[in-house]
């Protein structure tokens, strides 16, 4: 079975541009999580979904991040206007149910020119 | 909240040695699950080896072992006969088994392994 898939693997873009972030879950799994990772924070949960239905953003740094889940085979997070500091490693991860362990994309790395 | 906390940012090990990873984590649950996670350089996030706060035999994955310690709160991760394929880093994470909660990840160690 294929595993998470993210989309880029790779972003690079220049201050001020919208970016997208893709994820394709595990199929059947009704959890999704969004990840960033960095030297100085380490790994900071951002958004997690259930059923599509975001459970809790508190972990979204500010108004310009946002994520959707349209239906549960797809998720987007978007960073609009993107700054420097937003460069990370930014990981999507599935679970089946709440407790079970996640399983992780390879990650997108995105770099803010 | 829960916290987990690794204390070695970084680890080194002979290969064919053993080394052990460090982890304690701060709760007032007493059900939880606590998971090790590898990432190597190619930055998958792997799982290595996950344990039941109830169940109190130690988790085993082939050369991975845990040493968990309820009461003291501590989960370290033995690796056996250490192999250049180990080189990564650890993380060691916590989730709890009430409400909706994610993973609670530590910082990371960085293990290298000495040919």
């Known amino acids: 079975d294929a595993g998470v898939i993210q989309s880029p693997r790779h972003e690079v873009t220049e201050m001020g541009q919208e970016v997208t972030l893709r994820c394709k879950p595990i199929?059947?799994?009704?959890?999704l999580f969004w990840y960033r990772q960095t030297m100085m924070r380490g790994l900071e949960l951002l958004i997690y979904f259930n059923n599509n239905v975001p459970i809790d953003d508190s972990g979204m740094p500010e108004d310009r991040f946002s994520a959707k889940m349209p239906n549960a085979s797809f998720s987007t997070l978007k960073i609009q206007p993107s700054e420097p500091r937003d460069s990370a490693v930014y990981f999507c991860?599935?679970?089946?149910?709440?407790?079970?362990?996640?399983?992780f994309g390879d990650g997108t790395r995105l770099s803010i020119l | 909240a829960q916290t987990v906390t690794q204390s070695q940012p970084e680890m080194s090990v002979q290969e064919a040695e053993t080394v052990t990873l460090s982890c304690t984590y701060d709760t007032s649950e007493s059900d939880y699950y606590l998971f090790w996670y590898k990432q190597p350089p190619s930055r998958q996030m792997i799982l290595v080896i996950r344990?039941?706060?109830?169940?109190?035999q130690n988790a085993t994955e082939n050369r991975f072992s845990v040493n968990f310690q309820k009461a003291a709160k501590s989960f370290s991760l033995k690796i056996s006969d250490s192999q250049l394929g180990d080189a990564a880093m650890y993380f060691c994470a916590y989730r709890s088994l009430s409400g909706n909660t994610p993973l609670v990840f530590g910082k990371g160690t960085r293990l290298s392994v000495i040919a």
């Open positions: 344990q039941e706060a109830y169940k109190q």
């Open positions: 199929s059947g799994h009704d959890y």
């Open positions: 991860a599935s679970s089946q149910g709440g407790v079970q362990p996640q399983h």
